[in-house]
């Protein structure tokens, strides 16, 4: 299975700030997935990134709030813009084949 | 759209137990179950993985199976260990590469 590298593991934002979350896979792959978990929730998908074309966005969740970038096979970003308190959760990236899916390690976002 | 549920939300037991966590969903054309554990604040890790046509998965002291025409799964966990102790999520995948679809979790506690 695919391995991920996820970093920041962590970060404290003040508001109104953004972060970058990157995403690093060691094989190439189609499509990459964005997940938020809220404390106490479980995971919601926020938008699945393809490469070579915009992220499909799940309901809830917009293009200017979280920007994707995925400029090759290997690599994605989240952004996490203008952030607020309620955006304090863990984000996760994710690969999956019929094989089954792999997680990074997650970022655990904290805005004050 | 897939709905999917885990009975129990919490459960604490003494070591030693044998236990079983309780998973099911509303669409039973799945692909393929997976199901995963996940410490405090920290990412996913796989333990195991249940393709359409299998019924069960073993992996040393889990088995997971599968009946999906019911719309189930089950995590058996034998001789369980404080260090069992962790959040297990069960995800469904209706088509191999797309979305997981993610129940709400168990949170288990096992005392020494």
């Known amino acids: 299975s695919a391995v991920i590298s996820q970093k920041p593991s962590r970060d404290i934002c003040q508001r109104g700030t953004s972060l970058t979350i990157q995403c690093q896979v060691d094989s190439q792959v189609t499509m990459m997935f964005w997940y938020r978990q809220q404390p106490g929730q479980s995971l919601t998908l926020i938008a699945t990134?393809?490469?070579?074309?915009?992220?499909?966005?799940e309901s809830g969740f917009v293009i200017d709030k979280f920007p994707i970038s995925r400029p090759n096979l290997t690599f994605s970003t989240l952004t996490v813009s203008n952030m607020s308190p309620e955006d304090s959760s863990i984000y996760l990236c994710?690969?999956?084949?019929?094989?089954?899916?792999?997680f990074g390690s997650g970022t655990r976002l904290t805005v004050v | 759209k897939q709905e999917v549920t885990q009975i129990p939300a919490a459960l604490s037991v003494p070591e030693g137990e044998n236990l079983v966590l309780n998973c099911s969903f509303t669409?039973?054309?799945?692909?393929?179950l997976q199901w995963f554990r996940q410490d405090p604040g920290k990412g996913l890790t796989s333990l195991l993985l249940?393709?359409?046509?299998?019924r069960e998965q073993t992996s040393g002291r889990l088995n997971a199976s599968l009946d999906k025409s019911s719309g189930r799964s089950t995590l058996y966990i034998a001789a369980s260990q404080p260090g069992d102790s962790a959040t297990y999520l069960c995800?469904?995948?209706?088509?191999?590469?797309?979305?997981?679809?993610f129940g709400g979790g168990t949170r288990l506690m096992v005392k020494p």
């Open positions: 994710s690969v999956g084949r019929g094989s089954g899916y792999t």
């Open positions: 249940i393709q359409s046509s299998q």
């Open positions: 669409d039973s054309a799945i692909y393929n």
């Open positions: 990134a393809n490469q070579g074309s915009e992220a499909t966005y």
């Open positions: 995800a469904v995948n209706n088509n191999a590469g797309n979305m997981l679809t």
